[in-house]
DNA sequence: TCCATAATTCAACAATCCTTGAAATATTGA
DNA sequence: TCAATATTTCAAGGATTGTTGAATTATGGA
């Protein structure tokens, strides 16, 4: 990921709405979410979150499939953990500091850990 | 971190120069750098310079400190670190295929790795 | 074909953000 | 105090982004 596809990234998740789409498409997982329930979850009018969703398909975030008349988008998970590393290598330079948090959220979650 | 304090992070984040001044002090370290060297590197306006280290301090991801007649800037580790946390364990819900980057990044460069 | 459902697109407007250059503030030294 | 340096603040304008509701496209079933 270079910069210039980080920019988009932090511009796509500064906002609520979307950021809010982001994390509900993550726990979804896979499986992924119909527009329209999106939009009832986070009581947005269906012409509001098409303006989001589309914000964050352009920015790469999330990526879309049509099942019969629904739209179902989930979240890029490699583009989510391309960003992560982009923040800790790229940016952050790798700092010992910065990565320390990140690093023990790892620890639980990778899957050569413990679990 | 809470949500708020991460959409004001990606925010400040989501403007080139912002995130150009961010990298820039990550590199320089807790010395920092005054506000006209980074924008005489950057070749921005003092000025405009100067707004975009208001955002950015706004959001708490750089502080500042009066030294003779120049204010040195410096990048807030912990907030960029916090910021890092949030993404892999708030917003990406810890999952595995959106931490596997990180942990490699956390690997090379945590204190506790084999280094 | 006709209707209902699901979602997007469009235009208009409001709100926010970025840039610019001039003026103001703070510090230092003569 | 005066001048020079370093930076910020301010106001104006332009550009981008977000919201709204109406119109449009696409799908599936009677």
Redesign the pocket.
Same mark, same amino acid.
């Given at each position: 990921m270079d910069q210039g596809q980080a920019l988009a990234s932090f @511009?796509a998740l500064? %906002?609520e709405?979307r950021l809010q789409i982001v994390r509900m498409l993550v726990v979804a997982g896979p499986a992924g979410m $119909? $527009? @329209?329930?999106i939009?009832e979850k986070l009581e947005v009018?269906?012409?509001? /979150?098409?303006?989001?969703?589309?914000?964050l398909d352009r920015a790469g975030l999330i990526s %879309?499939q049509?099942e $019969?008349?629904? /739209?179902i988008y989930s979240a890029n998970y490699h583009a989510l953990g391309e960003l992560v590393r982009f923040l800790m290598e790229d940016c952050c330079a790798g700092h010992p500091e910065i990565c320390a948090p990140a690093a023990a959220v790892a620890a639980c979650c990778a899957p050569s850990a413990k679990g």
């Amino acid at each position: 990921m270079d910069q210039g596809q980080a920019l988009a990234s932090f @511009g796509a998740l500064s %906002q609520e709405t979307r950021l809010q789409i982001v994390r509900m498409l993550v726990v979804a997982g896979p499986a992924g979410m $119909a $527009a @329209g329930t999106i939009a009832e979850k986070l009581e947005v009018s269906p012409s509001n /979150i098409s303006f989001h969703l589309k914000e964050l398909d352009r920015a790469g975030l999330i990526s %879309q499939q049509r099942e $019969a008349r629904s /739209i179902i988008y989930s979240a890029n998970y490699h583009a989510l953990g391309e960003l992560v590393r982009f923040l800790m290598e790229d940016c952050c330079a790798g700092h010992p500091e910065i990565c320390a948090p990140a690093a023990a959220v790892a620890a639980c979650c990778a899957p050569s850990a413990k679990g």
